[in-house]
């Protein structure tokens, strides 16, 4: 079975750091590309980052470039986002999705991703 598990959210002051993370189990990701996305209260779901599984090449919103790191341990079956400094605009459900494909066509789009996570909540506030 297909699984996704996100972890590391929390509550964190203006300015701080967190590191999410996500399992993958039932398939391995060497062939997924991964990408994480948020949404807030009354929000659309909004595309984050993405991690190709081709080369590794990366993709970011404009609003946390510079800000965010998406990564990925292939031996570890799982994949990062690390986020400093954290603005309350960053509040949000984050969740990963994974796609079976080098790069996704529109690596910041939702449908095209077919596997989801729970999602883990992320909280800046202080």
């Given at each position: 079975q297909v699984q996704l598990v996100e972890s590391g959210g929390g509550l964190v002051q203006p300015g701080g750091s967190l590191r999410l993370s996500c399992a993958a189990s039932g398939f391995t990701l060497d062939y997924y590309a991964i990408g994480w996305f948020r949404q807030?209260?009354?929000?659309?779901r909004e595309g984050v980052s993405c991690i190709s599984s081709s080369d590794g090449s990366t993709y970011y919103a404009d609003s946390v470039k510079g800000r965010f790191t998406i990564s990925r341990d292939n031996a570890k079956n799982t994949v990062y986002l690390q986020m400093n400094s954290l603005k309350p605009e960053d509040t949000a459900v984050y969740y990963c999705a994974a796609e079976w494909v080098g790069v996704p066509r529109r690596p910041l789009m939702s449908d095209e991703y077919d596997y989801w996570g729970q999602g883990t909540q992320v909280t800046v506030s202080s």
């Amino acid at each position: 079975q297909v699984q996704l598990v996100e972890s590391g959210g929390g509550l964190v002051q203006p300015g701080g750091s967190l590191r999410l993370s996500c399992a993958a189990s039932g398939f391995t990701l060497d062939y997924y590309a991964i990408g994480w996305f948020r949404q807030a209260p009354g929000k659309e779901r909004e595309g984050v980052s993405c991690i190709s599984s081709s080369d590794g090449s990366t993709y970011y919103a404009d609003s946390v470039k510079g800000r965010f790191t998406i990564s990925r341990d292939n031996a570890k079956n799982t994949v990062y986002l690390q986020m400093n400094s954290l603005k309350p605009e960053d509040t949000a459900v984050y969740y990963c999705a994974a796609e079976w494909v080098g790069v996704p066509r529109r690596p910041l789009m939702s449908d095209e991703y077919d596997y989801w996570g729970q999602g883990t909540q992320v909280t800046v506030s202080s």
